[in-house]
């Protein structure tokens, strides 16, 4: 199967990582997060969309200075350029999904708190979650078989304290 196929809101739910990288097309990224009671995103500016999706917890988004209460089914569209923060303001997890477009992150990163995320200076390397790898022929350098690969590097310990959903692999 190409692409990825997950029951987001229960991925978002078991999630307790600041932030955790599931699937990266070449085009866009899924990622999950949660914050803790009193904790932020912190505010950023990317020159790229972004799409955050409460699926627990309550808080505020902030865009541009404007504050908005937000919970459990709440949308939120942030255009590239968009100064930008979501807030926890509850005594519970909020437990966000977003997509970036394009991908922002290195696919498969998975920061366990925001102090992590803030030391790691990883972006997007250009590599998706699926990969083609073409075998050819060493001597005449005909493509044998054209193989779909799906990658997800992480360190054994992040492995272990995320979600272990990962995108199906097939031969093409």
């Given amino acids: 199967m190409k692409g ?41 500016t990317h ?4 799409f955050f999706r409460v699926e627990a917890g309550t808080g505020e988004v902030i865009l541009n200075d404007v504050h908005t209460a937000i919970k459990p089914g709440f949308g939120i569209v942030v255009p590239a350029g968009t100064p930008h923060n979501i807030v926890n303001t509850g005594v519970t997890a909020m437990k966000l999904v977003t997509l970036y477009s394009p991908p922002n992150h290195r696919d498969g990163v998975i920061h366990i ?27 005449s350098g005909e493509t044998l078989v054209s193989i779909t690969r799906h990658k997800h590097p992480m360190p054994k310990a992040s492995m272990m304290a995320a ?7 097939d031969l093409s």
């Fill in 163 to 169: 979600l272990q959903t990962q995108p199906s692999s």
């Fill in 47 to 50: 020159k790229l969309d972004q």
């Fill in 113 to 139: 708190t925001r102090k992590d995320a803030e030391k790691d200076n990883e972006k997007f390397d250009g590599k998706p979650t699926e990969r083609q790898v073409l075998v050819t022929d060493s001597e």
């Fill in 4 to 44: 990825f196929v997950t029951d987001i809101g229960s991925a978002a739910s078991n999630n307790s990582a600041f932030r955790h990288v599931l699937y990266t097309a070449q085009h866009s990224q899924l990622v999950l997060m949660a914050l803790k009671p009193n904790e932020d995103i912190g505010l950023e």
